[in-house]
Every structure is written in C-alpha cells, then in structure tokens.
C-alpha cells in the first residue's frame, strides 16, 4: 500500500473521525437553518416527483414559481416562530421534535386555510390538499432523522466507550425516577455505566420495555436475576423502598459481591449531567436501620432566630455542623469558639462563602481558662449557648485522666457558671452514651459534668434564685463519620490495603450520622424545660465486625481475602456493649418519638460541688490513681474496664 493510500485510510480511521468530531464546537445557527432549508426542498422535490408519477400536480396553478417560492418562505417563518434551529443537535431531545412538529402542522393548516380563501376569491386551488399533507409527514420525518444520525453519530464517535470497560448494570425500579436515571447515564460522557434493563419491584410491567431495555420481574432473590444478565452491579433508584427492604438489597448484592450505587431524588429541574454526577457508590451511612429525625422548626426557630448563640468546640466535627445547622435558623451572631486554630480558620473560611446576615466571629479560646471565657461572656453576651468541647478519645484519656478533668469537667464547669452569671437562656450540653454506667475516664468525666450541671439547675430551681438559665444535656452514641471514629479509620485501611483492625468480634455500638446528632442538640435546646438528659433512640447496634465486612465489601474487595480483618483486643476502658441509661434511671417519652428524657437520681449540689471543685483542683497535683479514685466517689457506677484502674474498683 502507498504512503498515499495509507494517509487516506488513516485520516479516515476511527480514531481520526472521533478527534475531528470532538472537536468541532456548537454550529452556528444560520448553518442548522441551512441544513433544515435544504431538507425542506428536499421533501418538496420528492413530494412533487411523488405526485407527477401518479399524473396529478402538486401545485395546481399556472404561477408555481412564485407559490412554491411562499411555501418555502412561509416554512423558513415557521422555523424562526418556533426556533427549530436554535437547539444544539447533539443534544437533541423530544422537545426538538415537538418544535419541528409544530412548525410544520403550522405550516400545513396555514396552506389549507391560504387554499380555501384563494378557492373561494379565484375559484382554484394552489395545492393539492393530500400533497400538502404528505409533504407534512416528509419535511417532519427528514428534519428529525437527520437530528437522530447526528445525535447517533456524536453518541458513537464522541465517547470514548471504546477505550474503557463499562460497568453492566441493572436499575432497581421503574418509576420516573429510575427512567431519569437512565436518560442520564446513556447521554452521559464519558460513559460509565452499560445499562441492561429496569427491575420492577411489584412485577407489574414485566412483559414490557423502557428505553428499548426490558423491564425484568423479580422471582427469585436479586443476584440471582443480576447472576443471568451477566450484570456488575444495581443502582437503587426506587424511591419507594422502605429502609429494610434496601438494607435487604444491598446485603444480598455484597454477599455475592456486587456493586450498590444509589441515587438522591430525581426533581424536574434536574439536567442529565447533574444526574449523572449523582449516582454513587451505597455509602453505609445510607444503611442505618432508622428513620431520619423530623425536626420542629418553628421551636428551633424561635429559639435561635435573631440571638446570639456561642458554640463552644465549634471546629470539632460535631460543633462544626452545629454551627451549619444553627445558620439555616438566622441567628443574629454565631460565636464559633476553639483552641485549636487551623480547625477553626477552615470553618471560618467556609463560614465566609455562605452569604447570610449573620455575623459570624470567630474567638480562638480554651474552655479551661475561666478568664478567657469571661472575657468572650462580657464582650459579646451570648443567649444560647451549644457547649461541644471536649476530649473523646478513650484510650488518650485513659493515659491522661488530669487532662479529662480540666477539659470535659472543668471547662464544663466554666462555660456553665458564667452561662449562670451573663443570664444565658439556654445551655445545651453535648454529651455520650459513655456517660453511662462508664468503664473508663472520658465516659467518667463527661457524667461527672451532666451531673454538675443537673445539680445546677436543681439549685436554682429550688432556690430561686432568680437565674433564668435552662440547662439541657444531649446525649447520644458513636457518630459516622466524626474525628476518629471507626468509620473514617476503617477507609483509611481498606484504601491502604488492609488490615482493618477491630478491637473484639463481638463488640457492638450504636451508631447516628452528624447531621442527626446535631439535629437532636437543637431539637433538645428548643424543647428543654431545664435539668432534662435528651436519649435518641438510635434504632438497633451495629457489630463492629459486621460493619467491617460491608464497607470492605461496599469498596469492591472481599473480606479476609483481598482485605484482612484483624482482632487487636479490647483497649483500655473499652465494653462490649455501650447503653443509653444507668441502670436506676428511668425514661419519660416526649412529644418527639425518637427522643426521650433519662430520669436520673438528683444530686446534692453543695456536696457534689465541693467534690468536684476538689477533683478539679487535684488534678494538677494528684497522680492519675488519686484522681481516678476521686472519680469513682462521684461516680459510683464507674466500674473500669480492661484497664489498670480496675484494681481501685476493689
């Protein structure tokens, strides 16, 4: 073969072809007014060859030029009234079909009408009523076959599906939704999904097609139907579903390991790209056994709306959607207060993004400094109060008992006396479910502070004192997602190839996302009468172990194959089992169903206060025995666990 001929083959290969299509912008307007000017005469012509053959005449008078030339102008007016070329025609969609069809009926009736009124004025006709109406359906079908091929044209050279390996997938529902989805995914570029068809979960439209793709019946379990259309994987898209039958989905697909994607809602003003984007993988988030929280939010409101609240431990993973939260409701001021600096000056720069009428002040202090505090309480007055900071991390307050006295205890302490004296309206504690019957340090401290500031409220109440200040406490278990939880760690692992490392097989939790736990702090602020510990019923626990193996599988690896599940032992103060109530107290329901109020046994302030002012100022002094020791007097259920303060149980 000569250079030639070699050129002329390469400069029309494939991969030529799809470089100069790819490249080639949008066509003017006046070059797509063309091309629809040239289909135009060509149906014409066709329509007037159709009709000599047969003997009769298109156009029945004399003049034919002149009329044929006010066809063709009253055709190119038609396409400027319904801007049949100002769509781009790659994209071409139902709605340029409907634009072409309405030009050309509106073309078709104004010709009958022009017909019968130069009928009646000159006794003829111009055109043949049947030609006119067969030019109709050949001008209507040529405008939008030559869309189609075009369309079709940059679908198969613009892609680059030939380079990649798409995932065969099948769409779980057959509503609008899913068939939005679809749309989405085929138009999609580049593509990343091969789609095979639509699952009908009432198996009513099975003997019939979307898209050209069968609608498939469900008999049998899933991977089973997944297994015989040779499938990759299922994209959940049937907003229908309860909770348990997609947790039920998703655990059939991972135990044959198949890949889950979801969907949000599809809305009307969605564009495909838009869709497309928001197809991801299942995230075990998505597989609580719960219902989300329906807030008040008139309550909410009023309590936030046009006050300046203070959030301490606002750069924290907790404080910091608090913060998000707080925003929506329109407060005057946002206080977003902590110690630790890069934290918060991300915040404030995501702060700065949003536009709102809300000052937004940013104070780098430490709950611990009851100077510092005062200083932030006189200057800016705050109403509400969101008290987040703390230490939570078992193990480092385990090692360092002194500091989770002077954060969790002493800070507490702080935030809330000042709270008292600068008449705060409402302090909201956030708290654990640690606190409960605790078996280590952190849990300790942070029952030893509801406590103090229950015994607070108590003083006051009985007292009356005059202090106006409602205390609340929130308390709630592990949150998905927040500063070294099992969650973020165990991607780490799973992205690092393994091992996930869990501390015991049987250990179980009680799992919530940020957006709900925060979601119940300011629920609990709005309807707190004072003195009230707020529990969330957070549906059933979760085996750690169990939730090892679905995010291994959720990422596409196979447990203790691709990625190993290590037991490292239980660390220092660490139980199996977590519990939202001590085993004394008892449960109040409120109007909320999922929230309720721990009744816990009052404390004597005057004694619990001289304990704690003793513990706090001890624990710069006192070894970490001593100051565990004097924990336990305050605590009496604080039974240590699988650590070296056990001994002092005895």
Request: charged share 20%; hydrophobic share 45%.
């Amino acid at each position: 073969m000569s250079k030639k001929e070699t050129h002329f083959m390469s400069f029309f290969s494939r991969e030529n072809l799809r470089f100069n299509i790819s490249s080639l912008n949008y066509l003017p307007r006046w070059i797509i007014l063309s091309i629809d000017f040239g289909v135009l005469i060509s149906a014409c012509l066709f329509n007037f060859l159709l009709f000599r053959g047969t003997g009769v005449d298109f156009v029945i008078t004399p003049h034919w030029e002149v009329f044929v030339g006010f066809f063709l102008l009253v055709n190119l007016f038609s396409f400027w009234i319904f801007r049949t070329y100002s769509g781009i025609i790659r994209h071409s969609s139902y709605i340029d079909a409907v634009k072409l069809l309405f030009s050309q009926v509106f073309v078709l009736v104004f010709f009958l009408i022009f017909n019968l009124v130069y009928e009646f004025r000159f006794e003829e006709k111009v055109f043949l009523n049947t030609a006119l109406l067969i030019n109709t359906v050949f001008s209507f079908c040529g405008l939008f076959l030559y869309r189609v091929l075009v369309k079709r044209t940059f679908e198969l050279y613009f892609s680059d599906n030939s380079k990649q390996k798409l995932v065969k997938t099948i769409i779980y529902g057959t509503d609008a939704n899913a068939l939005s989805v679809a749309n989405a995914l085929n138009s999609e570029t580049p593509a990343r999904f091969k789609v095979l068809g639509f699952v009908d979960h009432h198996n009513q439209n099975v003997s019939k097609r979307m898209l050209d793709l069968p609608i498939l019946a469900q008999k049998k379990k899933l991977p089973a139907l997944m297994r015989s259309m040779n499938a990759e994987g299922v994209i959940i898209a049937d907003k229908s579903l309860t909770k348990e039958e997609q947790i039920y989905i998703v655990d059939q697909c991972l135990e044959y390991n198949y890949k889950v994607f979801t969907v949000p809602l599809i809305t009307n003003w969605e564009n495909q790209k838009e869709i497309s984007q928001k197809i991801k993988n299942i995230q075990i988030e998505d597989l609580l056994e719960r219902k989300p929280i329906v807030l008040d939010n008139s309550a909410i409101s009023k309590q936030i709306k046009s006050k300046t609240i203070l959030i301490t431990g606002a750069a924290g993973s907790i404080g910091s959607e608090i913060v998000r939260q707080v925003l929506a409701f329109k407060p005057k001021v946002i206080l977003m207060l902590d110690q630790a600096e890069t934290p918060l000056h991300q915040l404030t720069l995501e702060m700065q993004s949003i536009t709102t009428d809300t000052v937004i002040r940013s104070l780098i202090a430490d709950v611990r400094s009851k100077k510092a505090m005062e200083s932030v309480f006189a200057t800016h007055q705050p109403q509400v109060v969101y008290h987040a900071a703390a230490y939570k991390h078992v193990p480092l307050m385990e090692e360092n008992p002194a500091q989770a006295i002077v954060t969790n205890v002493k800070g507490t302490k702080n935030v809330a006396d000042l709270s008292c004296k600068y008449g705060v309206a409402k302090f909201v504690m956030v708290s654990t479910d640690k606190a409960v019957n605790p078996s280590n340090v952190m849990g300790a401290s942070k029952r030893i502070a509801e406590k103090y500031v229950q015994s607070l409220q108590w003083k006051h109440s009985k007292e009356n004192t005059g202090v106006v200040t409602k205390f609340i406490t929130t308390r709630f278990g592990n949150v998905l997602g927040s500063n070294g939880s099992v969650v973020p760690l165990f991607t780490k692992q799973i992205a690092a190839g393994g091992p996930v490392t869990i501390t015991h097989k049987d250990i179980i939790r009680y799992f919530m996302t940020i957006p709900e736990a925060c979601q119940l702090v300011l629920e609990a602020g709005a309807m707190g009468n004072g003195g009230e510990i707020y529990i969330f019923d957070m549906g059933k626990p979760v085996r750690i172990y169990d939730l090892a193996l679905k995010m291994i599988k959720l990422a596409g690896f196979v447990p203790n194959v691709d990625i190993a599940i290590e037991e490292v032992g239980l660390r220092p103060g660490e139980k199996l089992y977590e519990e939202l109530l001590n085993d004394s107290a008892k449960t109040i329901p409120t109007y909320h169903e999922k929230i309720m109020i721990a009744q816990e046994m009052e404390e004597e302030f005057e004694e619990l206060h001289l304990d704690i002012i003793e513990l706090i100022t001890g624990s710069d002094i006192f070894d970490n025995d001593t100051i565990v020791s004097r924990m336990k007097k305050i605590v009496p259920e604080f039974k240590s666990m699988n650590s070296t303060f056990a001994v002092l149980d005895n």
